[in-house]
C-alpha cells in the first residue's frame, strides 16, 4: 500500500498555503468580499472624483460675482441663474440644443440604412467590414479628424473644388454657407458645424442601431408582407416601434456629445457661442467661474430628463 494517499476534499495542498492559499480560501468562501473589494476602487474614483466635482460644480453655480471686484462671492443666491434667462445667454442655450437635435435626427436618417443593411444582409466576412468599417474613424485622433474637415470645407478645399467642377458652387455661395465669417467658406459656417459633428459621431448612432435591428424577428417582417402590408407601412408600424429603442440609446450619445462640445465649434463654425464654448470662456478669459458652473449644470439637467424618458422607452436595452 503506498504510503501517499489521496487528498482529501477541501483539503489545502502542500506548497499551496501561506498568505495566498488564505486569501485564496477566503475569496472561495465569501464571494462578496471578493465583489466588495473588486467594485471599491471604480466606485470610490466615480464617488470622489466624477461625483465629487459635479457637486462642487453646482455647488459654485450658487456663487455670484462682485461687479466691482470681480471677486467670487461665496454666498448662497440664484442670481447666477438668473443670468442665463438674458438673451445672449438663452441665446447660447437655445443653438447648442437646437444643433443638439438636428445631429441628432440627421445622425439617425443616415444610420439606420446602414445598421438595417449590417443587421439583415452582412454576413461572415462582411459583418466585419461593417464593424471596421464604423469603428475605424473612432481609432484616429479627434483633433486629427476635425482639422482635416478644416481643411475639406476650406474655400480652397476639395468640396469646394468637387462643387466647382459639377457647377454647383451656387450652393456654397448661397444657403450652404450662411452664416459665414470672412468668406463663402463651410469652414466658416454653421452648416460646416453642423456637417462635421454628424461625421464625428454617427458611429454611436450606428452600433446601438444595429443591435436593435438584429433582435427584431424576420418573421415578423414576413408576416407583415403576407398580410399585404407596403414596404413603407411595414416600417412605419413594424421595424422602426421595434427599433426605436436602438435609436433613443444611439440618440443618447449623439445628443449629449453634441451639448457639450466646444473644440468642433471652435474650430470650424462662426463666432456664435455655444454652451461648451461658453463654459472655456466664462472659467478662462472672462474669470466667471459661477456662471460657467451654471452653464454648465444646463446640459446636466437637459441629459438627467433625457435620460429618464429614454430609459421608459427602453432604450437601455439596446446598449
Not at 467594485?39 to 466624477?50: D, F
Not at 445622425?107 to 439583415?120: E, K, M, T
Not at 443591435?211 to 421595424?239: H, K, M, W, Y
Request: glycine letters at 10%; hydrophobic letters at 55%; proline letters at 6%.
Amino acid at each position: 500500500m503506498s504510503s501517499s494517499s489521496p487528498a482529501m476534499p477541501g483539503a489545502i495542498l502542500p506548497g499551496r498555503g501561506g498568505i495566498g492559499g488564505a486569501l485564496s480560501d477566503a475569496f472561495w468562501r465569501k464571494p462578496g468580499l471578493l465583489l466588495f473589494l473588486m467594485l471599491t476602487p471604480p466606485l470610490l474614483w466615480l464617488g470622489v472624483i466624477y461625483l465629487g466635482s459635479l457637486f462642487a460644480l453646482l455647488i459654485q453655480s450658487f456663487f455670484s460675482i462682485d461687479e466691482f471686484s470681480g471677486m467670487v462671492v461665496r454666498e448662497f443666491t440664484l442670481k447666477t441663474y438668473g443670468e442665463l434667462l438674458r438673451p445672449s445667454n438663452l441665446d447660447i442655450i437655445i443653438r447648442t440644443v437646437t444643433m443638439a437635435g438636428m445631429v441628432t435626427i440627421a445622425s439617425a436618417i443616415i444610420a439606420f440604412p446602414i445598421a438595417y443593411y449590417a443587421a439583415r444582409y452582412a454576413k461572415g466576412r462582411w459583418k466585419a467590414v461593417f464593424y471596421l468599417g464604423v469603428m475605424l474613424p473612432l481609432w484616429s485622433s479627434y483633433l486629427v479628424k476635425v482639422y482635416a474637415w478644416k481643411l475639406i470645407l476650406a474655400k480652397e478645399g476639395i468640396l469646394t473644388w468637387v462643387f466647382d467642377k459639377l457647377h454647383l458652387t451656387f450652393l456654397i455661395d448661397g444657403w450652404l454657407a450662411l452664416p459665414v465669417v470672412g468668406g463663402n467658406s463651410l469652414s466658416l459656417s454653421t452648416t460646416g458645424t453642423f456637417l462635421v459633428f454628424v461625421y464625428v459621431w454617427l458611429p454611436f448612432m450606428i452600433l446601438p442601431m444595429q443591435a436593435a435591428l438584429e433582435r427584431v424577428p424576420g418573421n415578423l417582417l414576413e408576416a407583415s408582407a403576407d398580410l399585404g402590408a407596403s414596404p413603407g407601412q411595414t416600417f412605419r408600424n413594424v421595424l422602426l416601434p421595434l427599433a426605436l429603442p436602438g435609436v433613443i440609446a444611439g440618440s443618447i450619445f449623439t445628443f449629449s456629445l453634441t451639448l457639450g462640445d466646444y473644440i468642433i465649434p471652435q474650430i470650424i463654425g462662426t463666432s456664435h457661442l455655444f454652451i461648451g464654448m461658453a463654459v472655456y470662456a466664462h472659467q478662462g478669459t472672462a474669470g466667471n467661474i459661477p456662471l460657467a458652473a451654471a452653464f454648465t449644470v444646463v446640459p446636466v439637467v437637459i441629459m438627467g430628463i433625457y435620460l429618464w424618458l429614454a430609459k421608459r422607452a427602453g432604450a437601455f436595452n439596446a446598449l
